[in-house]
């Protein structure tokens, strides 16, 4: 079976510019959240989805959206780039609340 | 106080010896606890689970969670270069809407042959 995947691997974007992230999970899973990496932290809750409505939201800026597509593949988006949204952004699909099944996520550079 | 601690290492270790792991946490209303294995450059991976207190064992690996104490462990016997990873902890307590985990900052181990 095919795990979580990401698209796509690496990014490199300018400060100021939009990005778009995206993501297939598991087949058969319908809750899709997003994750914030940065170098040398643990993953830092973003988004959560579940049958294409938000369940949750982080503490991060309005500046990241998301949403989810009837297919349950999801998208995450970062208007207005800044330095330090450099990181890696991590995926995952779930079937039980708890046990996330992670992709190997999405490596973003802002210069 | 953050939520959750992790004592990031680096934890080095010869092969064969136990790795004790630990996190500690301050919200007590934390019911599920878990624990992800991330290797370089890879997602993190689902090692362990364990919900409320007790004592939870695969092959060589054993959870244990003191919810009195608010401290958990992971312990790996028979310990494997192969292992040689980030540990993460990870916590939840699901009375939210959101599925909402909080992770700690992970711990380097090396396991040296």
């Known amino acids: 079976d095919a795990g979580v995947t990401q698209s796509p691997t690496h990014l490199i974007k300018t400060r100021g510019q939009h990005v778009t992230l995206r993501c297939s999970p598991i087949?058969?899973?319908?809750?899709v959240s997003w994750y914030q990496q940065v170098l040398g932290q643990g993953p830092q809750f973003i988004f959560q989805?579940?049958?294409?409505?938000?369940?949750g939201r982080g503490n991060f800026p309005d500046r990241f959206s998301a949403r989810q597509f009837p297919n349950y593949s999801s998208e995450l988006n970062v208007n207005a780039l800044l330095l330090g949204d450099s990181a890696l952004y991590l995926c995952?699909?779930?079937?039980?609340?708890?046990?996330?099944?992670f992709g190997n996520g999405t490596r973003l550079t802002v210069t | 106080q953050k939520e959750v601690e992790q004592d990031p290492g680096p934890l080095s270790v010869p092969e064969g010896a136990i790795v004790s792991l630990n996190c500690t946490y301050s919200?007590?209303?934390?019911?599920?606890f878990m624990w992800y294995r991330q290797y370089s450059r890879k997602g993190p991976e689902l090692l362990m689970y364990?919900?409320?207190?007790g004592n939870k064992e695969d092959g060589r690996f054993t959870a244990q969670v003191d919810k009195s104490s608010k401290y958990i462990s992971l312990f790996i016997r028979d310990s494997q270069p192969s292992d040689s990873a980030t540990y993460l902890c990870?916590?939840?307590?699901?009375?939210?809407?959101?599925?909402?985990?909080?992770f700690g900052k992970g711990t380097r181990l090396h396991i040296l042959p």
């Open positions: 990870a916590m939840s307590d699901l009375m939210n809407r959101d599925d909402k985990i909080i």
């Open positions: 995952a699909s779930s079937l039980d609340r708890w046990a996330l099944h």
């Open positions: 087949s058969g899973h319908k809750s």
């Open positions: 364990t919900y409320s207190s």
């Open positions: 989805y579940y049958e294409k409505e938000e369940r």
């Open positions: 919200n007590s209303a934390f019911q599920y």
